[in-house]
């Protein structure tokens, strides 16, 4: 990992970070008059929030542009070498939880964290979907399938001999599980709303 030199990492980690701090959430929801969406909900700038305004396509490009901006990270930094693309897709994931522009107030990082394992290990991302899948489907609640499935992510990059990327993934997961802290309080006491349910 460091053979490719601190100052050429550290670089890779600021251009992600730059990338992944474009709030497309907020940009968004602003193009269509729809205010600033940190002003309803969780004050968050994913799509799970955007969803609150009620606009199901503004949500659902946010989800696709906050993943694409973790892939493409990984991609092009990748180009240089695997190790670039490790820190660049670090970088993204903390730039769109910290980002720069709105004063490091950010989303929960998971499509971004998808993102940046599509980028860097598309076996992974279909163990993700499907372990979020199976969650949701048994469950309900969005906020756990993520949980789960993130845990699940860094053992099976493990077992896939991706040892690297599982232990960024381990990082990524841990902090995943800190910015989703309220959901898990919800899901203990039983509070947590449901897919599909109203308000």
């Known amino acids: 990992m460091l053979q ?4 050429a ?3 890779a980690l600021i251009f992600g970070y730059l990338l992944g701090s474009i709030p497309f959430g907020l940009v968004l929801t602003r193009l269509a008059g729809l205010g600033d969406v940190r002003a309803i909900g969780s004050g968050n700038i994913g799509a799970t929030n955007v969803l609150r305004t009620g606009n199901k396509k503004l949500a659902a490009a946010t ?3 906050d993943m694409l901006k973790g892939a ?5 930094a990748g180009r240089w070498g695997p190790e670039f693309a490790l820190a660049a897709g670090f970088g993204a994931f903390l730039g769109h939880l910290y ?3 709105i004063g490091f107030k950010g989303g929960k990082g998971v ?4 993102g940046v394992l599509i980028g860097l290990a598309w076996k992974g991302a279909l163990v993700f979907a499907l372990v979020w899948l199976a969650v949701a489907f048994a469950t309900r609640y969005s906020s756990l399938s993520a949980l789960v499935a993130a845990i699940a992510v860094p053992v099976a990059l493990y077992l896939f001999g991706l040892h690297d ?3 960024l993934f381990v990082v990524m997961t ?3 599980f800190i910015k989703h802290r309220a959901n898990i309080s919800r899901l203990l006491s039983g509070t947590e709303g449901k897919i599909g349910a109203k308000g």
């Open 99 to 101: 980002p720069i522009w």
């Open 4 to 7: 490719a030199g601190l100052p």
């Open 63 to 65: 989800l696709l542009l």
């Open 72 to 76: 493409a990270t990984v991609l092009i």
């Open 9 to 11: 990492l550290l670089a």
């Open 174 to 176: 841990v902090i995943v």
């Open 165 to 167: 990327t599982a232990l």
């Open 111 to 114: 499509a971004t964290y998808l």
